[in-house]
């Protein structure tokens, strides 16, 4: 599960109640705001700081004993829903037009390698430790990816097709998802099944090793 969705209800709302505060919200008014107990804070706080997606910021000065305060990370803040998806379809969109679909899955293949050029790579796994990573990887960019073994290959299935309304249209798109996984694991990789195309899931065997 990404965002908000993986957490619970009185967790989600704790989280709402500091995307605003950019200097941080003390325990006291969360238990106020969420009318829950001092402990029932904490409790929700600490795995939330553990993960990476609140800190402790510095009390603000009040005169009396300093309180600590909370604020979201940048990670915490990712966690709230952004509407990248509708404003690619209408960027890729507006490309098609001006310079056609060859030039455009040109584009999108190029782009692909880029962004798997910007993480780190996964060439050294292989098998099930691969195919896990590769999922991970796609889990990230928003696809619900799982891996999958079918007879004596591995396969990563992915749920969500984030350019599933631009593909039924323009299938090419699909070229950024083959030549982002191929960048990342150095393995030629065969889109077995496509949403776009009636499937089920989208599944991607892993082939051969390919390039230097």
Known sequence: ?????????????????????????????????????????????TPLVVRGFVERVEPRAT???????????????????????????????????????????????????????????????HGEALARALAQRLDALGYEAVPARHGDDWEVEAFNCVFHALARQ???????????MEAATGRRVHHMECMVRGGQVCRFRLGQVVGP
């Not at 990248?84 to 390698?113: D, H, K």
């Not at 323009?170 to 982002?180: E, R, S």
């Open 63 to 125: 005169g009396g004993r300093p309180q600590a305060r909370y604020a979201l990370t940048a990670a915490g803040r990712e966690l709230f829903p952004r509407n990248y998806g509708a404003i690619a379809a209408a960027l890729i969109s507006q490309l098609l037009e001006r310079m056609g679909e060859a030039e455009v899955g040109a584009m999108l293949q190029e782009l692909g390698s880029t962004v798997a050029a910007t993480q780190a790579s996964m060439r050294t796994e």
């Open 170 to 180: 323009h299938p090419q798109v699909c070229k950024f998802d083959i030549a982002y």
């Open 1 to 45: 599960m990404q965002g908000l969705s993986q957490f619970g209800d009185t967790r989600q709302r704790l989280l709402r109640q500091l995307l605003p505060a950019r200097n941080g919200v003390g325990v006291e008014e969360l238990c106020e705001r969420l009318r829950v107990s001092h402990n029932a804070v904490r409790q929700h706080l």
